[in-house]
């Protein structure tokens, strides 16, 4: 910027482009997009050309707020959220940007006078699925939040070329297909090269006389140039606009130019290809992290251009860094961000040459951790071998910061050897490793778990000795979803009803939704709520033909499981209700005239190396096939599993459920987000005391959720007295004959072999005890039977659910995360 603005033209001095105030001036925009960008007439343009010149054109709107926030940010130097997280399921952005601008009229009238259908425009949208289910789609609502409640925030995470699969069947098989979501451009980013990190891996360190103070370095092997992609997170129609920052790998030319000089051009490529796998693709895993070298690399890559990005371009000059605290603080969204622990450490001794303990205080309050998970499996741990090679410095650091931990705990607990080995931040067996989850909660300002009885249990079991250790670390912060992306936009009927009867202002106060408590016993309001949900019902019936060429039948109950596929989760448990009722009618035990007519629906991805995971899909399928052509059904029980359930197909199935499966084996499931939206949008849960169900019953209360099976006392309980389901085959006869009829080759033509290790696994593991809770959830779905007969009733207690689940609003937890943790104030 020259000096003195004087001399400028005044439009320089400008904000650019300011809202439209009419249709006119939004085809203008748009016209002038179509051309000047995509370089086509309308009459030539693609349905791919007027969707991006559309973006653009909301994009442009946008823009003078983003870049005013950007630079009012930095010059308020206020304390401001950094969210790490490795994973960002954003879902479409259009309609989520249109909204927050408040351009939806405008836009579909603008588009109408060219001839032009929003919706075909918006269908048009290849959604960024830059993570794996809840705790990438967290991170999503998060941020929208944080924008929405004006708190000065940035997200960090991955630019991956190619998000979560797509998933087809295949013979009722899933098979995973690349998402290549760039492919026809994607108009929402900015890269910024001029703003690239270089990021260091391998080598060695070594120790250096630094004017008579010793000091160690790192002398890495090799690097990569971290690319900065910015992307706009507006408020909702508050004016604010933040910045979501994906890192994507770049080979440097230097490395490319030692290798070049020694002649090797094939070499040469290699190794770029090499650098640019890092960001490259996401991993499919959603539990099970694999200790795969190239994902300790995105996850250092990522948080080291992260922490640079900040320290370079955020702080004042001449910023001390003992102030840092007052300055930023670095949310860890699960382990995959952790070794940004380390790699700070690195920076402010060896390079910013802070003492030991001085950086260790500073660290200690500029980090906090979220844990999403309950299973010992997914806790991430990386072999020391393997983090020694890559990262060779930061290695050492883990160490020197475990042996003062380890200090402090013999001071504290006495020479309890085997509590200091169970305390340690180094596993020792089955091999030399850093535990990642340890060694957040020893950094860590705070902790939090993500529901109460998930927090509650991360202190009594999995952290236990951490909670003895550092009384007041650890808090609990419930999850919530975004009210804007999940009803206004999801269930734009419900939306307008609400409105209607309670006003406007309740999306970004979702408490509010008690407001139409009273209107539960309206039986106007009744109806016209029950209008709504059959409206979302047709309108899924519509996409579902359209998309898998799918019907579902008038009058019938939808009942809906979608989420990943985990054992924990127990679609099985789902299936074999299905077979329970197709069994009882086949055998003539039940009248067909007595089954509810009910739609089951299933969305689930399976981590590609599941194999468990990927034969249950397949028997869902299976079932499905079978039951939905048997006549004597008489149409009345339905099975549709339509593939690759994303955020899109979220959107519309969520607002058309009935029922909403939450059946997870209690203290499990860590929350549970798909929760709290369904019941928002109207649905009934049939669900266990696990995660944030237990909050949703109790806001909802007992007479609005369907409760079964053991709790997770119980749960501990039967597991040490040893847990045999043999002998909960043995003694229910509804589930020997389901479990036979699978088992006998009913869904797999006859061959007995298919389903074998499904119905092996149950008889003889069944280590998330499916069996044990058959029988009470077979009778809670028979209450929902005779439930669902009194549709006024029912309707009734939906309109509860939305009601008293206000309080599973994003902004709610975003409120406690600042109370609690961050301590971040909005900026107004
Ligand atoms: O996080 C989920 C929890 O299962 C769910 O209960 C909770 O509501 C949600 C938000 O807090 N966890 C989850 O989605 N985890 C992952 O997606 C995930 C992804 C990758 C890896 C592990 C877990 N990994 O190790 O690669």
Request: charged share 25%; aromatic share 10%.
């Amino acid at each position: 910027m020259p000096e003195s603005h004087s001399s400028l033209h005044p439009l320089a001095l400008a904000p650019v482009i300011a809202p439209p105030s009419t249709a006119d001036e939004f085809v203008e925009r748009f016209l002038h997009n179509l051309n000047f960008d995509r370089g086509v007439a309308l009459s030539a343009s693609s349905a791919n050309d007027r969707y991006l010149a559309l973006a653009h054109t909301v994009r442009d709107y946008l823009m003078a707020r983003w870049l005013e926030d950007v630079r009012h940010q930095k010059e308020v130097q206020a304390k401001g959220v950094c969210y790490l997280s490795a994973e960002y399921l954003l879902g479409r952005q259009l309609d989520n940007n249109l909204l927050a601008a408040d351009l939806t009229e405008v836009a579909t009238e603008a588009l109408a006078s060219c001839g032009i259908d929003l919706d075909e425009l918006r269908a048009h949208e290849v959604e960024p699925g830059l993570g794996n289910g809840g705790l990438g789609r967290l991170a999503a609502c998060f941020i929208d939040s944080l924008a929405t409640m004006a708190v000065p925030s940035i997200g960090y995470g991955i630019r991956y070329e190619y998000g979560i699969f797509r998933q087809t069947f295949v013979d009722g098989q899933q098979v995973e297909q690349p998402d290549a979501w760039l492919a026809l451009g994607s108009p929402w980013e900015f890269a910024r090269p001029e703003d690239a990190q270089t990021i260091a891996f391998g080598g060695h360190t070594e120790k250096y006389d630094d004017e008579g103070v010793t000091r160690s370095r790192w002398v890495p092997a090799w690097n990569v140039q971290a690319v900065p992609y910015n992307y706009m997170v507006p408020g909702f129609q508050n004016g604010r606009v933040n910045t979501l920052r994906l890192w994507s790998a770049v080979a440097t030319s230097a490395f490319d130019l030692r290798i070049f000089n020694s002649g090797d051009y094939e070499e040469a490529v290699r190794a770029q290809t090499y650098a640019e796998n890092i960001s490259k693709v996401l991993y499919p895993e959603d539990s099970t992290p694999q200790g795969k070298e190239l994902r300790l690399q995105q996850q250092y890559f990522f948080v080291a251009a992260s922490i640079h990005d900040f320290l370079d371009n955020m702080l004042a000059d001449g910023f001390d860094l003992a102030n840092l605290p007052e300055r930023v603080i670095f949310q860890l969204n699960d382990t995959h961000p952790v070794i940004a622990v380390p790699e700070f450490m690195r920076v402010l001794i060896d390079e910013r040459h802070l003492e030991w303990d001085a950086a260790w205080a500073i660290t200690r309050q500029c980090f906090a951790y979220t844990c999403h998970t309950l299973l010992p499996e997914a806790l991430e741990v990386w072999p020391v071998e393997l983090l020694g090679r890559l990262l060779p410095r930061h290695l050492e650091i883990i160490y020197r910061i475990n042996d003062e931990f380890l200090v402090a705990v013999r001071e504290r607990f006495g020479d309890d050897e085997m509590l200091v080995r169970n305390m340690s931040i180094i596993a020792e067996h089955p091999v030399r490793s850093v535990r990642m989850a340890y060694l957040a909660t020893v950094a860590g300002a705070k902790v939090n778990g993500v529901a109460e009885l998930h927090s509650q249990l991360l202190r009594d079991k999995v952290l236990h000795d951490f909670d003895a250790f550092f009384p007041g670390k650890f808090t609990n912060v419930t999850n919530g979803v975004t009210p804007r992306r999940f009803l206004r936009l999801a269930n734009p009927e419900l939306s307008s009803l609400i409105t209607a009867a309670i006003g406007d202002g309740w999306a970004t106060d979702l408490e509010r939704l008690r407001e139409l408590e009273p209107f539960a016993e309206d039986a106007e309001f009744r109806t016209a709520f029950a209008g709504v949900k059959a409206v979302n019902k047709r309108r899924l019936s519509e996409v579902l033909r359209e998309r898998d060429g799918v019907e579902i039948s008038d009058g019938h109950m939808l009942d809906v499981m979608v989420k990943r596929l985990h054992e924990y989760k127990r679609q099985l448990l789902k299936v074999l209700h299905i077979v329970t009722t197709y069994e009882g009618v086949i055998s003539g035990r039940i009248a067909v005239s007595d089954v509810v007519p009910r739609t089951a629906i299933f969305g689930a991805k399976a981590a590609p190396g599941y194999a468990m995971a990927k034969r249950i899909i397949h028997l869902i399928n299976a079932v499905g096939e079978v039951v939905n052509t048997d006549p004597r059904l008489e149409g009345r029980l339905k099975v549709v599993f339509p593939p690759n359930y994303n955020v899109t197909l979220a959107e519309r199935v969520i607002p058309a459920a009935d029922l909403s499966e939450q059946i997870s084996l209690a203290g499990k499931e860590a929350s549970g987000t798909g929760n709290m939206k369904f019941a928002l949008n109207g649905a009934l849960t049939i669900g266990t005391d696990d995660g944030a169900n237990v909050e949703i019953r109790e806001l909802v209360g007992d007479d609005h959720f369907y409760l079964f099976g053991m709790s997770e006392p119980e749960v501990s309980e039967l597991s040490a007295r040893g847990y045999r389901p043999q002998d909960f085959y043995q003694a229910d006869e509804g589930l020997r004959r389901a479990i036979d009829l699978i088992a006998s080759g009913a869904f797999s033509r006859g061959d007995r072999s298919v389903f074998e290790p499904v119905v092996s696994n149950l008889l003889y593991e069944d280590r998330f005890m499916v069996l044990a809770d058959y029988a009470s959830y077979v009778a809670a779905q028979e209450r929902v039977d005779a439930a669902y007969a009194d549709q006024e009733a029912w309707t009734r207690s939906a309109i509860l659910n939305v009601a008293r689940t206000g309080f599973f609003s994003s902004d709610r937890s975003i409120r406690d995360y600042i109370d609690r943790i961050w301590h971040t104030p909005p900026l107004v």
